[in-house]
């Protein structure tokens, strides 16, 4: 599967555990929906996606992308040390150019 750079280095800062650069992949008044909780702005992010990491230590694997004009869905394996890992999450993005300006999370 061929997924686009700025994707790919979305996934791979994720795995990496560097929030910072995770969050540099947004535009700088994004928005996040997970969970029933919303972050909006880079800084929210970065402080979510940290969080969330240190608490469940998550690894993304790709298992399948489509891109129709500035909506994407990337499908994921999400592992980690939360019940009933690893699942299937769908991320449903809005994109601006290379930079994701919408990101729901969604099983």
């Not at 795995?15 to 702005?41: C, L, M, P, R």
């Amino acid at each position: 599967m061929k997924l686009p750079e700025n994707i790919q280095g979305f996934i791979k800062a994720q795995n990496n555990q560097d929030s910072t650069a995770f969050a540099n992949y947004f535009t700088e008044h994004a928005t996040v929906s997970d969970e029933g909780s919303s972050y909006s702005g880079r800084e929210e992010i970065e402080g979510w996606i940290e969080e969330a990491t240190e608490k469940y230590n998550m690894q993304l694997t790709p298992i399948d992308f489509s891109q129709t004009g500035s909506k994407g869905k990337l499908t994921l394996e999400v592992s980690g040390t939360f019940p009933g890992s690893p699942l299937v999450m769908n991320y449903h993005l809005e994109l601006d150019g290379n930079s994701i300006s919408s990101l729901k999370i969604t099983d």
